[in-house]
């Protein structure tokens, strides 16, 4: 993976507070946002035995 990546996201509509946290201050244009996460794999999942947790740190 490059050291910039788009990725294809499902599950984030659980998480929106949580990624509104992170672009506040940016208003509803949207915002880029330049992070490290962590992808973790979650094969312990009941609903998806692929699922990826994505930990970002504030």
Known sequence: MSRYQRL???GEFYYQSALKRLVD???DRGAYF???????PENT???????VRIDIKE
């Open 8 to 10: 294809l996201l499902v």
């Open 25 to 27: 201050n940016h208003g």
């Open 34 to 40: 330049e992070c490290l996460a962590m992808l973790i």
């Open 45 to 51: 999942n009941t609903f998806d035995s692929q699922a």
